[in-house]
Nanobody, 124 residues
Framework: QVQLVESGGGLVQAGGSLRLSCAAS????????MGWFRQAPGKEREFVAA????????LYADSVTGRFTISKDNAKNTVYLQMNSLKPEDTAVYYC?????????????????WGQGTQVTVSS
């Protein structure tokens, strides 16, 4: 059973930074793809970023390219999302997701495992 636990959300002013963490447990994640999604009130869940445990390039939504960075610590089984230059429109619940294949996975339907989410609020 894969478990994903997010942390690091909070309230920040526009222009500020936050780092989200996703601690993964329950499997050997060598061939997993890990993704970050977000969902704002009244909107659908949207892709933010993804990477694979085995290396290779990361993927980003256009709206966060240049501001957000996804990274991982293999020894800790933890994936991070560094968010800089935050904007009010980044306000959402952020979810970590996992799928046991290596791939360029950018839709929520492609992921099997989800965390509980962490709230990010950016004030103007």
């Amino acid at each position: 059973q894969v478990q994903l636990v997010e942390s690091g959300g909070g309230l920040v002013q526009a222009g500020g930074s936050l780092r989200l963490s996703c601690a993964a447990s329950g499997r050997t994640f060598s061939y997993y793809t890990m993704g970050w999604f977000r969902q704002a009130p009244g909107k659908e869940r949207e892709f933010v970023a993804a990477t694979t445990w085995s290396g290779g390039s990361s993927l980003y939504a256009d709206s966060v390219t240049g501001r957000f960075t996804i990274s991982k610590d293999n020894a800790k089984n933890t994936v991070y999302l560094q968010m800089n230059s935050l904007k009010p429109e980044d306000t959402a619940v952020y979810y970590c997701a996992a799928r046991n294949i290596n791939g360029r996975l950018t839709t929520s339907a492609e992921y099997d495992y989800w965390g509980q989410g962490t709230q990010v609020t950016v004030s103007s």
